[in-house]
Nanobody
Framework: QVQLVESGGGLVQAGGSLRLSCAAS????????MRWYRQAPGKQRELVAA???????NYADFVKGRFTISRDDAKNTAYLQMNSLKPEDTGVYYC????????????????WGQGTQVTVSS
C-alpha cells in the first residue's frame, strides 16, 4: 500500500525556520493534491497549505508570506518551508495526499501521514 512519512519537525525559537518533508512510498502512479494540515492541542485540524499536481498553491491566511509549499513529483515528496515561526504555529503537522492513483489498481485514494511535532518557543 501507500505510506506517507513526515519529517523535519522539532523545537525552534520564535522567528526561526523549519522545513518539513512528506515522502510518499508505494506503487504510486500519480498524486493530485498534496496538502499540509496542523492540529494544535485542544483545537481542530486545520488546512495550512496545498499544492495541486499542476502547481497551483493555496495557503491559509495565517501562514501567507511565511510558509511555502512545494513538491517533487519524481520523488513523490512534498515540502513545507516555514519561516518567521510564531508560538501559535505550534502543533502536529500532517501531510495529506489526495487523488492518488496506484499502479495495477483502479480507483482514487487518499492517505494521511502520522504527523510531525512542531514546537515554537517564545
Amino acid at each position: 500500500q501507500v505510506q506517507l512519512v513526515e519529517s523535519g519537525g522539532g523545537l525552534v525559537q520564535a522567528g526561526g525556520s523549519l522545513r518539513l518533508s512528506c515522502a510518499a512510498s508505494g506503487s504510486i502512479f500519480s498524486i493530485n493534491d498534496m496538502r499540509w494540515y496542523r492540529q494544535a492541542p485542544g483545537k481542530q485540524r486545520e488546512l495550512v497549505a496545498a499544492e495541486t499536481r499542476g502547481g497551483t498553491t493555496n495557503y491559509a491566511d495565517f501562514v501567507k508570506g511565511r510558509f511555502t509549499i512545494s513538491r517533487d513529483d519524481a520523488k513523490n515528496t512534498a515540502y513545507l518551508q516555514m519561516n518567521s515561526l510564531k508560538p501559535e504555529d505550534t502543533g502536529v503537522y500532517y501531510c495529506h495526499a489526495l487523488g492518488v492513483l496506484l499502479y495495477g489498481l483502479g480507483g482514487v485514494y487518499d492517505y494521511w501521514g502520522q504527523g510531525t511535532q512542531v514546537t515554537v518557543s517564545s
